[in-house]
Nanobody, 124 residues
Framework: QVQLGESGGGLVRAGGSLRLSCAAS????????MGWFRQAPGEEREFVAA????????YYTDSVKGRFTISRDNGKSTVYLQMNSLKPEDTAVYYC?????????????????WGQGTQVTVSS
């Protein structure tokens, strides 16, 4: 079993930055890939970024490429999402997720554990 806890969300103006953190406990954190997803009001949950177990491979949805960076610190059992040049359309609840396999994935159905989410609001 893995427990995930997100933090770092908040209200920021367009063009600003936030860094989300997701602390994992339980099963060895370094065993699996991790991902970030988001869900805006009235929208489906969508993929944002993912990172492999080793951290050597990462994927991003097109809308955040060049602005967001996913990273992980296996020693601290934490995954991060650095978000720069934020836009109002980035407003959503952001969720981190963990999967059993080592390969990063953009598919939410491949993830086994989910956090409770943290709200990110970007004002124009």
């Amino acid at each position: 079993q893995v427990q995930l806890g997100e933090s770092g969300g908040g209200l920021v103006r367009a063009g600003g930055s936030l860094r989300l953190s997701c602390a994992a406990s339980g099963r060895t954190f370094s065993s699996g890939a991790m991902g970030w997803f988001r869900q805006a009001p009235g929208e489906e949950r969508e993929f944002v970024a993912a990172i492999s177990r080793s951290g050597s491979t990462s994927y991003y949805t097109d809308s955040v490429k060049g602005r967001f960076t996913i990273s992980r610190d296996n020693g601290k059992s934490t995954v991060y999402l650095q978000m720069n040049s934020l836009k109002p359309e980035d407003t959503a609840v952001y969720y981190c997720a963990a999967k059993m396999g080592s390969a990063a994935s953009t598919n939410p159905s491949t993830y086994n554990y989910w956090g409770q989410g943290t709200q990110v609001t970007v004002s124009s």
